[in-house]
């Protein structure tokens, strides 16, 4: 605090103004006042825990299977099936060894898409099963658990690409 500084801890005031704390009257007459930097960053659904999770999730089943895996969460509408579908084969030409889980929280639906290499080495029961676990998971208001347990389920079944 320089000379001749007054602080709001004094209770002094500005003519009428009362001083907010963290404010100072400068030698010059000017206030000067120290503000929490808030960043204006968006905010999402989860942590950044949480995310950490699902990206560790699908890098280690996409490294150990060859497969390219991917999460879509939002609104699939009406025809659920058809709409993820149309985001799948937005992957483009790895598309072929791609698996796609879209969920749509609010309209309580979930979407295993695959291409025909990974068609051939995940069973539909397996899929199945891995949706069932998923959906157990969301029913406990668990999404990111739900999809990590789901990638794990899918991983295993598909095995490596050596097998």
């Given at each position: 605090?320089?000379?001749?500084?007054?602080?709001?801890?004094?209770?002094?005031?500005?003519?009428d103004q009362e001083l907010e704390p963290g404010s100072v009257v400068t030698?010059?007459?000017?206030?000067?006042?120290?503000?929490?930097?808030?960043?204006?960053?968006?905010?999402?659904?989860?942590?950044?825990?949480?995310?950490?999770?699902?990206?560790?999730?699908?890098?280690?089943?996409?490294?150990?299977?060859?497969?390219?895996?991917?999460?879509?969460?939002?609104?699939?509408?009406?025809?659920?099936?058809?709409?993820?579908?149309?985001?799948?084969?937005?992957?483009?030409?790895?598309?072929?060894?791609?698996?796609?889980?879209?969920?749509?929280?609010?309209?309580?639906?979930?979407?295993?898409?695959?291409?025909?290499?990974?068609?051939?080495?995940?069973?539909?029961?397996?899929?199945?099963?891995?949706?069932?676990?998923?959906?157990?998971?969301?029913?406990?208001?668990?999404?990111?658990?739900?999809?990590?347990?789901?990638?794990?389920?899918?991983?295993?079944?598909?095995?490596?690409?050596?097998?």
């Open positions: 605090m320089g000379a001749g500084e007054l602080t709001a801890d004094r209770t002094r005031s500005q003519g030698l010059s007459g000017r206030v000067s006042a120290a503000k929490m930097y808030d960043p204006n960053t968006p905010k999402g659904p989860f942590t950044a825990t949480q995310l950490a999770r699902l990206d560790e999730a699908l890098t280690l089943a996409s490294r150990d299977t060859g497969l390219d895996f991917s999460v879509y969460i939002g609104a699939l509408g009406k025809d659920s099936r058809a709409e993820a579908e149309k985001l799948f084969r937005r992957i483009g030409p790895r598309g072929r060894e791609s698996v796609l889980i879209a969920v749509s929280p609010g309209e309580r639906v979930v979407e295993l898409v695959t291409g025909e290499i990974a068609e051939q080495r995940l069973s539909k029961r397996g899929g199945k099963l891995a949706v069932m676990s998923m959906v157990a998971s969301f029913k406990e208001g668990d999404l990111i658990g739900g999809l990590v347990s789901g990638l794990r389920m899918l991983d295993e079944q598909a095995g490596s690409p050596r097998e």
